[in-house]
């Protein structure tokens, strides 16, 4: 009964591969998003989904791409991994069209980058 | 573009004392929601507590309850009776509503650590 789920919550790669992080939530949300923690525990926004279109795009480099192939799912490819890359990273959803304005999060997936 | 402080990195409390841990916001928006999230060692992160900048009295929640001051921009959290599971690092978080879109912005956090 996860509400909101990411695998994998580990991922070991080398420099200059491409992989990706899935995200799904099962409660009825109509946004996701993902964001990035550092190793000084920053949470920075990177992308979020109303509805699968793009409303909000910080400035990360294009390498990132968020990929929703329907409401319940928010994934997140990387090409070319850097060794900055590592952190943590979450996925999270929220409800505003039905006023639920607070995100859950998922379980993060520590991503290293070697 | 919209700030949250979080002046205190570290902070510690004794068992079944109380702490407060300290928020400020810089926006010119009047429609807009605060919370906290805590993260423990676990690294998941939850929900605390939520407030409504347009009501003027203080979220609670069993243990935790907030003082927003909305005109001083202060949303400070208060833990009473703390208990050895509330140590874990706690992120103050400010929601804007706007055109485009609602946005989050996080504090830095305080990390704090209950002593038994």
């Given at each position: 009964?996860?509400?909101?789920?990411?695998?994998?919550?580990y991922?070991?790669?080398?420099?200059?591969?491409?992989?990706?992080?899935?995200?799904?939530?099962?409660?009825?949300?109509?946004?996701?998003?993902?964001?990035?923690?550092?190793?000084?525990?920053?949470?920075?926004?990177?992308?979020?989904?109303?509805?699968?279109?793009?409303?909000?795009?910080?400035?990360?480099?294009?390498r990132?791409s968020p990929?929703?192939?329907?409401?319940?799912?928010?994934?997140?490819?990387?090409?070319?991994?850097e060794?900055?890359?590592?952190?943590?990273?979450?996925?999270?959803?929220?409800?505003?069209?039905?006023?639920?304005y607070?995100?859950?999060?998922?379980?993060?997936?520590?991503l290293?980058?070697? | 573009?919209?700030?949250?402080t979080?002046?205190?990195?570290?902070?510690?409390?004794?068992?079944?004392?109380?702490?407060?841990?300290?928020c400020?916001?810089?926006?010119s928006?009047?429609n807009y929601?605060?919370?906290?999230?805590?993260q423990?060692p676990?690294?998941?992160?939850?929900?605390?507590i939520?407030?409504?900048?347009?009501?003027?009295?203080?979220?609670?929640?069993?243990?935790?309850?907030?003082?927003?001051?909305?005109?001083?921009?202060?949303?400070?959290?208060?833990?009473?009776?703390?208990?050895?599971?509330?140590?874990?690092?706690?992120?103050c978080?400010?929601?804007?509503?706007?055109?485009?879109?609602n946005?989050?912005?996080?504090?830095t956090?305080?990390?704090?650590?209950v002593?038994?």
């Amino acid at each position: 009964d996860t509400a909101v789920s990411q695998t994998p919550k580990y991922l070991v790669t080398q420099m200059g591969n491409d992989k990706s992080i899935k995200c799904e939530q099962n409660l009825g949300h109509d946004t996701m998003y993902w964001y990035k923690q550092d190793s000084k525990k920053f949470l920075k926004i990177m992308f979020s989904y109303n509805n699968k279109e793009l409303i909000i795009n910080e400035t990360v480099p294009n390498r990132f791409s968020p990929k929703s192939p329907d409401k319940a799912h928010l994934n997140l490819h990387i090409n070319s991994l850097e060794l900055g890359d590592s952190a943590v990273y979450f996925c999270a959803s929220s409800h505003p069209s039905g006023g639920i304005y607070e995100q859950y999060f998922g379980p993060g997936t520590r991503l290293t980058v070697t | 573009a919209q700030t949250v402080t979080q002046s205190q990195p570290e902070m510690s409390v004794q068992e079944a004392e109380t702490v407060t841990l300290s928020c400020t916001y810089d926006t010119s928006e009047n429609n807009y929601y605060l919370f906290w999230y805590k993260q423990p060692p676990s690294r998941q992160m939850i929900l605390v507590i939520r407030q409504e900048a347009y009501k003027q009295q203080n979220a609670t929640e069993n243990r935790f309850s907030v003082n927003f001051q909305k005109a001083a921009k202060s949303f400070s959290l208060k833990i009473s009776d703390s208990q050895l599971g509330d140590t874990a690092m706690y992120f103050c978080a400010f929601m804007g509503r706007w055109n485009t879109g609602n946005q989050f912005y996080f504090g830095t956090g305080t990390s704090l650590t209950v002593i038994p």
